[in-house]
T-cell receptor, first 111, second 116 residues
Framework: QKEVEQDPGPLSVPEGAIVSLNCTYSNSAFQYFMWYRQYSRKGPELLMYTYSSGNKEDGRFTAQVDKSSKYISLFIRDSQPSDSATYLCAMTSNTGNQFYFGTGTSLTVIP | NAGVTQTPKFQVLKTGQSMTLQCAQDMNHNSMYWYRQDPGMGLRLIYYSASEGTTDKGEVPNGYNVSRLNKREFSLRLESAAPSQTSVYFC???????????????FGQGTRLTVV
């Protein structure tokens, strides 16, 4: 079983839709959770970063962490064509030396 | 502030040739990483360096070597390139040292390597 599971999609939504992206994980030691956005032929860029459980909001983006269920989510409100990208979740522990990534979900927002 | 810089951006090698991918960060981070990204496989860790002077194998280290030259620079070497090493390579860095945990990672723009 992989440490982090992420549905690869692809996901296609109309402009203005609410998008929900999700990851599950197996290691209860994970405390730091990240979402990255990767445009085609570019490097991953950090989108959201949260520590432990709870919600974090940044503009149209909301990250949620449910440690009891080992489940994290990224919500995108009022999605735009410029949100079309691959979204990767990542996580790590307080003492770990590595990050653990999901395989990424490909999102297309149709104008 | 450049962040993480990788060179070269593109490279074509013949089977058996060697090359070194260079990575430098200007964020004073302790940890640096090399990943490869293949379609459907996500990011796979090749090697990492949790602090200056240390390196450790990741998930897919075979066929690669690394050098943590100083705190800023971490290079990846392919001694005898094989077609299976055709991939996009990303360098990343993060704060946090050996056994200290880390927060977020910052990535370079990648090196597209083709081995023919």
């Amino acid at each position: 079983q992989k440490e982090v599971e992420q549905d690869p999609g692809p996901l296609s939504v109309p402009e203005g839709a609410i998008v929900s992206l999700n990851c599950t994980y197996s290691n209860s030691a994970f405390q730091y959770f990240m979402w990255y956005r990767q445009y085609s032929r570019k490097g991953p860029e950090l989108l959201m970063y949260t520590y432990s459980s709870g919600n974090k909001e940044d503009g149209r983006f909301t990250a949620q962490v449910d440690k009891s269920s080992k489940y994290i989510s990224l919500f995108i409100r009022d999605s735009q064509p410029s949100d079309s990208a691959t979204y990767l979740c990542a996580m790590t522990s307080n003492t770990g030396n590595q990050f653990y990534f999901g395989t990424g979900t490909s999102l297309t927002v149709i104008p | 502030n450049a962040g993480v810089t990788q060179t070269p951006k593109f490279q074509v090698l013949k089977t058996g040739q060697s090359m070194t991918l260079q990575c430098a960060q200007d964020m004073n981070h302790n940890s640096m990483y090399w990943y490869r990204q293949d379609p459907g496989m996500g990011l796979r860790l090749i090697y990492y360096s949790a602090s200056e002077g240390t390196t450790d194998k990741g998930e897919v280290p075979n066929g690669y070597n690394v050098s943590r030259l100083n705190k800023r620079e971490f290079s990846l070497r392919l001694e005898s390139a094989a077609p299976s090493q055709t991939s996009v390579y990303f360098c990343a860095s993060s704060q946090g040292g050996l056994g200290q945990g880390r927060t977020e990672a910052f990535f370079g723009q990648g090196t597209r390597l083709t081995v023919v």
